[in-house]
C-alpha cells in the first residue's frame, strides 16, 4: 500500500546504510590485514611472504579461512625454507601477532559498532548461520543478523509507540 512506501523505504535505506558500512569496514581489515601479513612475513626472510600475506589478508572476509590458509601455507613454507627451527619460530610469531591484532585492534576498530549488534548476537549468528547453512551461512550470517536487527529495532519502537503499549488499565490514571 502507498501509505506504508515511506515507512519501507527508510527501513530499506536504514538496511543499507548499515550493510554499506560493514562492507567498508570489512573491506579495510582485509586491506590491513593484507599489508601487516605480506611486510611482515617478507621481513622476517619467507621468499614468498608477499605473496602468502596478500593471499591470507584478502581471504580474511571468510572468517577462520584467511587465517588457516595464510597460516598453514606460512608454517609449511618456512618449515621447508628455513634450516633451524628458528626462522620458523619467527613466521609463527608473525602469524600469532596477526590474530592478536586480527582480534583485538583491527576488527574492533573498523567493524566494531557497525553493523549496530552486540558481540554476542555477531558470534550466535556465525554459529547459528555455519550449522544451518555451512560454508555460506558463515558468510552471510553477520549482513543477515544486520538486516534482522535493523528490523527488530524498527519493530520495537513501533511497539512502544502504539496505543497497545501506551494504553493504562481501567482504574490508574
Given at each position: 500500500?502507498q501509505?506504508?512506501?515511506?515507512v519501507?523505504?527508510a527501513?530499506?535505506?536504514e538496511?543499507?546504510?548499515?550493510l554499506?558500512a560493514w562492507v567498508?569496514g570489512?573491506?579495510?581489515?582485509?586491506?590491513?590485514?593484507?599489508?601487516?601479513?605480506?611486510?611482515?612475513?617478507?621481513?622476517?626472510?619467507?621468499?614468498?611472504?608477499l605473496?602468502?600475506?596478500?593471499?591470507?589478508?584478502?581471504?580474511?572476509?571468510?572468517?577462520?579461512?584467511?587465517s588457516?590458509?595464510g597460516?598453514?601455507?606460512?608454517?609449511?613454507?618456512?618449515?621447508a625454507?628455513?634450516?633451524?627451527?628458528?626462522?620458523?619460530?619467527?613466521?609463527?610469531?608473525?602469524?600469532?601477532?596477526?590474530?592478536?591484532?586480527?582480534?583485538?585492534?583491527?576488527?574492533?576498530?573498523?567493524?566494531?559498532?557497525?553493523?549496530?549488534?552486540?558481540?554476542?548476537?555477531?558470534i550466535?549468528?556465525?554459529?547459528?548461520?555455519?550449522a544451518?547453512f555451512?560454508?555460506?551461512?558463515v558468510?552471510?550470517?553477520?549482513?543477515?543478523?544486520?538486516?534482522?536487527g535493523?528490523?527488530?529495532?524498527?519493530?520495537?519502537?513501533?511497539?512502544?509507540?502504539?496505543?497497545l503499549?501506551?494504553?493504562?488499565?481501567e482504574?490508574?490514571?
Amino acid at each position: 500500500p502507498q501509505r506504508y512506501a515511506g515507512v519501507i523505504r527508510a527501513q530499506a535505506a536504514e538496511v543499507d546504510r548499515i550493510l554499506s558500512a560493514w562492507v567498508r569496514g570489512q573491506a579495510l581489515c582485509c586491506l590491513l590485514l593484507a599489508l601487516y601479513y605480506a611486510l611482515a612475513l617478507t621481513a622476517v626472510g619467507l621468499d614468498l611472504g608477499l605473496i602468502v600475506g596478500l593471499l591470507a589478508g584478502g581471504l580474511s572476509f571468510i572468517p577462520y579461512v584467511g587465517s588457516i590458509t595464510g597460516g598453514v601455507s606460512a608454517l609449511g613454507l618456512a618449515l621447508a625454507q628455513f634450516p633451524t627451527w628458528f626462522g620458523v619460530a619467527k613466521v609463527a610469531v608473525v602469524l600469532v601477532v596477526g590474530q592478536i591484532l586480527e582480534g583485538y585492534v583491527i576488527y574492533p576498530r573498523f567493524l566494531g559498532d557497525r553493523v549496530e549488534l552486540p558481540a554476542v548476537w555477531v558470534i550466535f549468528a556465525l554459529f547459528a548461520g555455519g550449522a544451518a547453512f555451512g560454508f555460506l551461512g558463515v558468510m552471510l550470517a553477520v549482513p543477515v543478523a544486520a538486516t534482522i536487527g535493523v528490523l527488530a529495532r524498527f519493530g520495537l519502537r513501533r511497539y512502544l509507540a502504539s496505543q497497545l503499549y501506551l494504553d493504562q488499565p481501567e482504574g490508574e490514571g
